[in-house]
Structure formats: C-alpha cells, structure tokens
C-alpha cells in the first residue's frame, strides 16, 4: 500500500477520534483538530472558487476568446465577473454601494426563475394533489379513500392552525388544534428519522475506524486511541497534581 | 428504592455514550446478519422504473453529496450504478457539490469494470458546476452549451453515448442523490417543467419533507438513508454498504427505545411513589 494512503488513514482515524474524544471531556487534541477543521475548511472553499470557478469559467474561457478576438464572448464574460466582483465591495464601506448592481441582478435572475416554477410545483400541483383523488371517488379502493381523506383533513386543518387573520376560537380553534395533531405526527417522524441518520453517520465513521486498526495501515485506530487513553490517565494522575502543587 | 432510581436518571451520560460505541462497533466487527423484510413503496417505484427502462436508455446520475453524509447516501449511489450497468442503461454521473469528486471516482474506479462497462461508451462523467438553475435550464436546451467537456477535459461530443444525447428529450430519467436541497431543483426546474421523470435518493432526515411530491407523482420513486440503500441493495441481490449497516442501525434503534422505555418506567414509578 502507498505511503500516502497510510498517511491519510492515520489522520483519518487521528482526526475522527480527537472529535470524538470530546465526548469524554474537553481536550487539547479535540481543540486542535476543530481548529484545522475550520482552517481547512476555509482552504477548501478558497481553492475550490480559484481553481474550479475563476480558472474554468473566467480565465480559460477568456484566453480563449481573446486569442480568437471575440468581443462578443469577452463582454459575456466581463460583465458577469464585474457584477460578480461587486459583491466584495460590501467590505470597503466607501464603494460598498457598487455591491447593490451584482445582488440586484442576482435577485432578479433568481425571483424570475424559481417564482413561476416554484409555485407551479409547491403550490398549484400540491393543491390539485390534494384535490385530484376525490375527481375519481368512484375508481378508489377504501385504502386509497382513507388515504385522500386523512390528506385532505391534515391539510385543512394544519393550514388552519396556520391562519391568524381570524381569532381563534369555536370551530376554528377545535380545527387547528386537530390540526396539531397532524403536525406532530410529521415532527415525530422527522425526529426519528434525524435519530437513524446520525446513526447512519455515526456507523459511517466506525466502519472507517475499523478498516484503519488493520494491519494494512499499521493498527492506526488502535495506537491512536491508546494514545489517548495514555494522556487521559497522565492528566488525571500527573498533570493535574503538578498543576494543583505548583498553584 | 426511590434514590437509587434517582440516581439512575442522573447517570453519567458518558456511559449512555459508551453503550451506544459498542452497539454499533459490535455489528461492524462481527455482523449479527438482521434481515430487513419491508421495501418502502419509494424504493419499490425507483427499482420499479429503472428495471421497466428499455436496454440502451441515458439516464442522469446526479451525485450532490460529500462525505459528511457518504455514509447514507453513497451506497444508494452504488446501488442505483450496479441496476443501471446490469440493466446495459447508458449514465451520465454528474454533481453540483464539490466535494463530491473522491467518492465519484471511487464508483467509476469500482464499479464499471464489474459488469463491463467502457467510459465513453457506457458512462460519463461531467465535470462539478457551480451554477444549478444555469445549468439545469441551459440542459434543456442543449447540453454541450454548458457542459462542452467531461472531467478530464475531453470534448463530451465525442464520446460514442453522446451522440445521440442534445438535451433532456433524450434522458429517459433523472436520479438525483443528495443530502441537500438540490432535489428540490431537479423536480422544479427539470421534472415539472419538461416532464422528465425524477427520482431522488435522499438523506433520512430529508426524506419526510419529499412526501408530498411523491404523492402527486412529481417525484417517481424515493430511497430514504441508509435503509432504503439497504433496501434497494436486497431488489437487486447486490449486497452492500447499505446492508451491512443495518445491523448496526438495528441494534443501535434497540437500544434507543430500551432507553426512553426504561427512563419512561422510573419516571412513573417515582411519581407514583
């Protein structure tokens, strides 16, 4: 196996169980690989926009059009950079006017592409969804029946629980409070749901752990946690007495 | 009696964390093999699609994660490859997500080879797009005025499955993976407006919020986390990823209702008292 492959698991695994280790108390190591994780972060993204942004769609395309004289094209590219840009006016307080032009374009484009599109498949299809089954009463089995009609009640009574233009009260307050019901059915699935996806990522990073204490990478997860377990012992029974003396 | 139980409410949740390492850990090392019966009606329809494709078919492979949800979604990606490759589909692996370069090329390093599959001829992949609306909207019209080259900067035109591929009239599907919102741009901007059929592989958090446009049939088909991977990876008899974590997600569930079961048990008991 490649040196290189080695190494990444060794901070792979390292990195894993600094994080984890805060789970036991608050550490050095745990402070140090949320620091790098932060400043690698930011690495990443600042790469990513220099070499998968600016490169592919503003200098490459430009070298390109400029070889060919294609004013055309280099206007094409020009204004979107120049709007583009604008945006990082905001942090010089003087011109930071000049960062309305690219968030005014931005918006515009934006509103005028998701609004139409939006609200055909959020708002009109939903309600015809809503809507469609009782066109066709007749063709329904009872369980597709029962199903339309729990849709259609959950509906009401949730946007109900949501108008506030009219007092609650009376046959309105007993409509949204049904409607409570069904909202909290969507949160307890929600809820548990989030529980088996932090499980998923939690096995994830185990799975990892484990295929990193194989020989192949030189028992990396195992040194690594008895390091730990070594400086937990050490501040517990050395360190913190030599603190306590010295203060 | 009543301070002992009290003093159960009050333990150490470092123990709690503890059990649940070990849980999970203890499948991982050893699996216990827990079958999963159920295939959730999502999983069903997008197996259900893709088998019904005809031979030779394109279909768009959008993978829109990282790894920090890998673990759920990359073996539904997997498995979505092998249907597709077993099925002779044509794909086009492409991502709006940055950091989802490592874990395609980890597919394209695996899985093609297993089933003969040739770059160019059977699959492409396109390079990361920073711009979602400008890309799916300019798709519509012609592909190549967005994406001229495929990820190692070669003309896409070229390629032998491209030939016959100008813009969504020819994409037969579209299975968008993600663990962010950009399903939601799928379904808008390509599934509704050109009527493309959509299907989506989502995160378990997500997956709740999809339901309404599954009923209205926006969106084809559905797999939800690591179970429905796990599901979608037992209707193609490919074991995977997916499976092998079920065990730990099992076991781990087990131990989560023992947990509110029992603290549920002490807290009444000591209110009773």
Sequence with gaps: ???????????????????????????????????????????????????????????????????????FTIWMIIIPTILGLSLITQFIPRISWLSRYGFTFMMGYSAGLALPAGLATDFTNQILGTIEPFANIVNLTPGQLINALILLIGSISVLFYFFFSIEHK?????????????????????????????????????????????????????????????????????????????? | MKETLNKLLKIDRRWLFLLLTFSILIPIIKPIGI???????????????????????????????????????HPQSAAILKHAFKKNLKVIIMTFLAGSGGLIDEHIRNIPQQYGKEYGKDYVVLPYMPNVLAALTQMSSDIYAIYDKDKDDKILK????????????????????????????????????????????????????????????????????????AEYERLISEPGKGTSGIDALNIAHLLVILFIIFSNIVLLILKLS
């Design chain 2, 35 to 73: 079958s999963s019966k159920s295939i959730s009606s999502g999983v069903q329809d997008t197996y259900n699609f893709i088998e019904k494709l005809p031979e030779g078919s394109t279909i768009i492979l959008s993978m829109d994660y990282d790894p920090s949800t890998a673990p759920e979604l």
């Design chain 1, 1 to 71: 196996m490649e040196f290189s492959t080695i190494l990444g698991a060794w901070v792979a695994a390292g990195l894993t169980l600094f994080i984890f280790s805060f789970l036991y108390k608050d550490n050095p190591f745990f402070k140090a690989a949320e620091h790098l994780y932060i400043g690698a972060g930011l690495a990443w993204h600042i790469q990513l926009i220099i070499y998968k942004i600016i490169k592919v769609k503003v200098w490459e395309p430009m070298k390109v059009a400029w070889a060919s004289g294609n004013w």
């Design chain 2, 158 to 229: 070229n390629f032998e499955m491209m030939k016959k591929i100008k813009n969504y009239k020819d994409i037969s599907a579209v299975i968008d993976i993600t663990g962010t919102a950009l399903l939601d741009s799928w379904i808008v901007f390509v599934g509704d407006k050109y009527g493309v059929p959509v299907m989506g592989g989502v995160t378990a958090i997500s997956q709740v919020g999809y339901g309404p446009y599954l009923q209205k049939k926006q969106l084809k088909g559905l797999i939800g986390g690591m179970k429905g991977a």
């Design chain 1, 170 to 247: 009376g046959a309105v307050k007993k409509i949204s409070n049904f409607g409570i019901y069904f909202l909290m059915i969507y949160f307890g699935a929600s809820f548990g749901n989030t529980v088996m996806a932090r499980f998923s990522l939690l096995y994830g990073r185990f799975d990892l752990l484990v295929r990193y204490s194989n020989a192949q990478y030189f028992y990396a997860t195992n040194w690594i946690i008895v390091g730990l377990v070594i400086y937990f012992l050490l501040e517990k029974f050395v360190l913190n007495k030599v603190i306590a003396k010295n203060s």
